[in-house]
């Protein structure tokens, strides 16, 4: 089974950053999408970015764009998250969510992490 864990949430002032990690874990851990997924309370849970494994292809959401970098180090099965400009609107649970093969080409995620908390103050 593949485990995800989050880190490296926190609390931040408005227009400070942030830097979350990823690290994935298992024997059998392979070739997977990886992306970042948030929820804010009371709303549902929205895409954030996504990255192949390789690091050749990288989206994000318009929400995001020019503000948040995805990337992943191949030799640590981590992913990160770098978040610059935060805004109070960012304030949620950030997910980190791998995708395998069956999926591919659809927008349903496998694996779930148990989520980051992370604050932007005004």
């Known amino acids: 089974q593949v485990q995800l864990v989050e880190s490296g949430g926190g609390l931040v002032q408005a227009g400070g950053s942030l830097r979350l990690s990823c690290a994935a874990s298992g024997r059998t851990f392979n070739t997977y999408i990886m992306a970042w997924f948030r929820q804010a309370p009371g709303k549902e849970r929205e895409f954030v970015a996504r990255?192949?494994?390789?690091?050749?292809?990288?989206y994000y959401a318009d929400s995001v764009k020019g503000r948040f970098t995805i990337s992943r180090d191949n030799a640590k099965n981590a992913v990160y998250l770098q978040m610059n400009s935060l805004k109070p609107e960012d304030t949620a649970v950030y997910y980190c969510?791998?995708?395998?093969?069956?999926?591919?080409?659809?927008?349903?995620?496998?694996?779930w992490g148990q989520g980051t908390q992370v604050t932007v103050s005004s």
């Open positions: 969510a791998a995708q395998t093969s069956t999926h591919w080409g659809s927008r349903e995620y496998d694996y």
């Open positions: 990255i192949s494994w390789s690091g050749s292809s990288t």
